[in-house]
T-cell receptor, first 115, second 112 residues
Framework: ETGVTQSPTHLIKTRGQQVTLRCSSQ?????VSWYQQALGQGPQFIFQ???????GRGNFPPRFSGLQFPNYSSELNVNALELDDSALYLC??????????????FGPGTRLLVL | QQQVKQSPQSLIVQKGGISIINCAYE??????FPWYQQFPGKGPALLIA?????SEKKEGRFTISFNKSAKQFSLHIMDSQPGDSATYFC???????????FGGGTRVLVKP
């Protein structure tokens, strides 16, 4: 186990709704990255937070937003859910932020199903 | 644009055999190349990683071979065991940015 926890484990929403996913990073880690993993595909980078600031964003629309708190935990918010948002959402924690290449440790993910 | 291409998509190997997974990348700014193992319903777990100043790295039964000029790297799983049955992902990251770009994954099945 990596020490990265995510909640909830599973979630079912309907199209147009909003969802908030949560992540607690591994102790001592100040950087959180979020990834979306569609079924049968590799994870895709959504964005990264370092010291409560967004540092880097992948090819995702603005309805994907996030927060990082002073204790380095993080939230991923998705507005106006679409069917294609159904995926496993992974949180990964690391140290050093965007300035140093460091190993990222993944949580178990939140499985989101949009109906 | 798929910056990291992984092959094969799936692999069946007998217990005790060698599993070989290959990846190719395009961006020469990539500076860190990890491999992750993922079981169904779980998040990816780091197996082994390499940086481009090294051509090979071995940890237990897992070996990464890296060819900087060809922009390719591969994972060898020696003495494959049924417990190795999982999906394996290669990834790459730039020195600045620390964002992982993943390959499409290889589903490995080890038959007893």
């Amino acid at each position: 186990e990596t020490g990265v926890t995510q909640s909830p484990t599973h979630l079912i929403k309907t199209r147009g709704q909003q969802v908030t996913l949560r992540c607690s990073s591994q102790s001592g880690h100040n950087t959180v990255s979020w990834y979306q993993q569609a079924l049968g595909q590799g994870p895709q980078f959504i964005f990264q937070y370092y010291r409560e600031e967004e540092n880097g964003r992948g090819n995702f629309p603005p309805r994907f937003s996030g927060l990082q708190f002073p204790n380095y935990s993080s939230e991923l918010n998705v507005n106006a859910l679409e069917l294609d948002d159904s995926a496993l959402y992974l949180c990964a924690s690391s140290t050093g932020g965007p300035f140093v290449v460091e190993t990222q440790y993944f949580g178990p993910g939140t499985r989101l199903l949009v109906l | 644009q798929q910056q990291v291409k992984q092959s094969p998509q799936s692999l069946i190997v007998q217990k005790g055999g060698i599993s070989i997974i290959n990846c190719a990348y395009e961006n020469t700014a990539f500076d860190y190349f990890p491999w992750y193992q993922q079981f169904p319903g779980k998040g990816p777990a780091l197996l082994i990683a390499i940086r481009p100043d090294v051509s090979e790295k071995k940890e237990g039964r897992f070996t990464i071979s890296f060819n900087k000029s060809a922009k390719q790297f591969s994972l060898h799983i020696m003495d494959s065991q049924p417990g190795d049955s999982a999906t394996y992902f290669c990834a790459a990251s730039k020195a600045a940015g620390n964002k992982l770009t993943f390959g499409g994954g290889t589903r490995v099945l080890v038959k007893p």
